[in-house]
């Protein structure tokens, strides 16, 4: 059984779990929930964190998974995401689901915060109201890097936003608007400049499991990366990071030990780890797809070697192999030539029913840490041309990602004119590749609101670029990053022409369920035409095998 949470078309957006009670009943139901107490928000609040994953999609659009032929088999949903397609299915990870997961969580928050007004919003519940509003912008911030454009300064007031409900719920017969992706960002951005100085970890018994101070501004840096306030992003990732940067970073050294695939993962998600911000369980089929439960397309050899982590860097030498790249995790792949992978991301599977082998589909993603804050930082300064505290984080994150030596390649400290000397001695990557030796690690940039200078800024942006792409390999950021930069890339499809994302391709915004269109939402454009006009329940998805568990093991042997 797969959960997923069912749209009403005539609400439109949200079920909710407390609402007002009908003019002709004299008294409460005897199960309805009054809030009423501090223990009682934090304990809704709980229920305000999403349980829905936009990994898959945003993973399966990117250009990280590439077509290893028909005689492999996909989900029909994966088929539609790959080729940019309206997808219909209402599986977990699909936008239906997604869509209703983080509107759910939207409502409860909202609950959360009326609750605390109706309390008199008392100095005693200034974390549990700091925590409802970034669970609240955080939801809104995940549905606009599927569901919308990214941000342009030149195009926000153009492009499409979305509905940003303020309090909770009172009539089904609200009318929504969309809005446009402005108002959507200045929403995001109020509800987090509120929240941030609210934030208390002493209010929170596991800390990782909420916005703590580290994981607020984490959120907060990325959040304002992806806005372009490249001042608000030092300021955020600096407090996220704290006065030792290194020691909130991930050390690599102890996963070469790791006794296989699940062992590995087990390391990578710890909650004591340092590096790790903020832990996210989902019900989601994304592990499954991305290990190579579905064949058709995925990471595998090509992707890897001439644009992951074999890719021919600074730090590695030999383009296509692991040779001697000092990348930590270039040692630690698991696979074939069909799919590789880092197992960050593993499905955990929760037993209904063990006789017939039903039950619930999860991962647990690590959503914010201080390898990706840091990648933020110093994309932030090299936009502002701070070049030397660009390579001063750059080298940080070097010293926790890549080995001191490996064969005969020795770890070297980026400098301006080494950076330069390299991204300057490699080509840009074709656009449509004759063959796989026309790729490449340095992408033609067609930013999407901003500039980007041409020599220092350019070269230190393209490396980070890189950097983010191997550090948040299966965490779905590597589309928002191509959607920012206006990236050109193809999926191929064998025996059809491929598919080319262009910078400003509105397809990047993925289109909204098919029933939130039909009950009066405005659809994602698919022209410049279109673009001028501007509760939940339990269901088996539709394909009965994804509520068993992947029982495959055929792609946990080591890659070297």
């Known amino acids: ?8 078309p005539a609400l439109l957006l949200f079920s909710i779990a407390v609402t007002s009670c009908n003019d002709y009943l004299d008294k409460l139901p005897d199960d309805r929930a009054i809030i009423d107490s501090k223990t009682k928000v934090s304990k809704l609040i709980t229920s305000a964190y999403p349980t829905v994953s936009t990994i898959l999609v945003s993973e399966i659009s990117s250009d990280n998974v590439t077509d290893n032929g028909k005689k492999y088999s996909t989900l029909p949903q994966v088929d539609e995401m790959y080729r940019f397609k309206t997808i219909t299915a209402s599986d ?48 809104m911030f995940q549905m606009s890097t599927v569901f919308c454009m990214a941000y342009d300064s030149l195009k926000a007031d153009q492009y499409l936003g979305l509905p940003y409900p303020l309090e909770p719920e009172q009539s089904v017969n609200t009318h929504y608007e969309r809005g446009t992706l402005a108002e959507l960002y200045k929403h995001i951005n109020a509800d987090i400049e509120e929240a941030l100085p609210l934030i208390d970890d002493a209010a929170y018994d596991i800390p990782k499991y909420h916005f ?22 030092i300021e955020y990732a600096t407090k996220a990071l704290g006065g030792s940067p290194i020691d909130c970073l991930r050390q690599r050294e102890p996963y070469n030990t790791a006794a296989g695939v699940d062992d590995y993962f087990n390391m990578y998600i710890q909650s004591s780890q340092p590096c790790n911000f903020l832990m996210g369980p989902a019900y989601s089929i994304a592990a499954r797809v991305l290990d190579g439960g579905y064949l058709r397309y995925a990471h595998n050899m090509t992707v890897l070697g001439y644009d992951t982590y074999w890719a021919y860097s600074p730090w590695n030498p030999s383009t296509a192999t692991s040779g001697s790249s000092l990348l930590w995790s270039a040692h630690s792949l698991y696979g ?66 890549l080995e001191k030596s490996y064969g005969s390649t020795t770890r070297k400290s980026f400098t301006e004119s080494s950076v330069n000397a390299f991204m300057n001695s490699i080509k840009y990557a074709a656009v449509h590749p004759g063959s796989e030796f026309e790729r ?93 006009g501007n509760g939940a329940e339990h269901m088996t998805g539709q394909n ?7 029982t495959s093991k055929m792609y946990n042997e080591r890659v070297y």
Not at 1 to 8: A, E, G, P, R
Not at 112 to 119: C, E, F, K, S, V
Not at 357 to 375: N, P, S
Not at 544 to 550: E, G, H, I, R, V
């Open 212 to 233: 703590n101070t580290k994981a607020a501004y984490a959120f907060a840096a990325r959040f304002n990366l992806y806005y372009q306030n490249w001042d608000k992003v």
């Open 92 to 139: 977990n990870d699909c936008p239906r689901n997604l869509w209703n997961g983080y509107y759910k969580a939207v409502a409860t928050a909202n609950e959360a915060l009326q609750a605390i007004n109706d309390m008199g919003n008392t100095d005693d519940l200034k974390a549990q109201r700091g925590e409802a509003l970034l669970c609240r912008a955080f939801s």
């Open 440 to 532: 490449s690690i340095k992408k033609t940039l067609h930013p999407q609101g901003f500039t980007v200078e041409a020599g220092t800024q350019e070269n230190l942006i393209q490396l980070i670029l890189y950097m983010r792409r191997v550090t948040n390999m299966l965490q779905g950021l590597r589309f928002m990053d191509l959607k920012r930069y206006g990236i050109e890339y193809e999926h191929y499809i064998e025996d059809e022409d491929p598919l080319t994302f262009t910078a400003g391709d509105l397809r990047g915004a993925i289109q909204l369920p098919t029933d939130v269109i039909a009950a009066g939402l405005q659809a994602n454009p698919r022209t410049t035409d279109d673009l001028s």
């Open 336 to 401: 074939n030539n069909n799919i590789v992978r880092e197992p960050k991301l593993e499905e955990i599977f929760e037993y209904t029913d063990k006789v017939n082998g039903i039950g619930y589909v999860h991962i647990v993603d690590v959503l914010f840490t201080g390898d990706e804050t840091i990648l933020c930082r110093a994309e932030a300064y090299a936009h502002k041309k701070e070049y030397t505290k660009a390579l001063a984080d750059m080298n940080t994150w070097a010293e926790a990602n």
């Open 1 to 8: 059984m797969i959960k997923i949470n069912k749209l009403t």
């Open 544 to 550: 009965p095998d994804l509520n068993k568990p992947n």
